[in-house]
């Protein structure tokens, strides 16, 4: 797993940000070895990105919290807390395709589902290209979001296929 502690190369220096995204120093060094693996593409590696709930999302708050229209905007975090930690994600899994523009920094447990918001653990540069892209994720989360505020499956039912293998989570939990 990614540790607490984050450390970036940013402009030939290094800024080392804790998990509630604060900077904590700014000295130059250079940038760590990739820790994480990209050979599960389209998935994230899970010893990385293991995924990880908002405990204020349960089965009983799911009708004041995550199936409420644009609930997911009041717990986003901003791009300013999770531009740092998609930077040193790319470097984490060692992608050479370096630009930002061409990964989202995606919760592998979505909002949608009552994904934590800003734990790291959670979060990982999905990249845009592939087969299976954020693109399709993005598709798969409204589906099973729709299925768990109808009431056609559970939210434990949801956030674990999707934990588990995004790409397969329709099929598995019999929405598609």
Known sequence: MRSLTRISAVGGSVLALTLSGLIVGVSAGTAQASTCSHAYLPLPDS?????SYNSAVTQSTINSTICVSGWTATVRPPTSYTNPLKAQGIIDYGYSDTSMSSYEE?????????GSPR?????????????KTAYT????ETKLKNAVCNGTITLSAARSAIKTNWTTALQVTGIG
């Open 119 to 131: 734990d790291a653990g959670n979060l990982w540069p999905e990249p845009y290209s592939g087969t």
């Open 47 to 51: 010893t990385c990105t293991p995924g």
């Open 106 to 114: 995606d919760h592998l447990v979505p909002l949608e589902l009552g």
């Open 137 to 140: 994720k993005d598709g798969t």
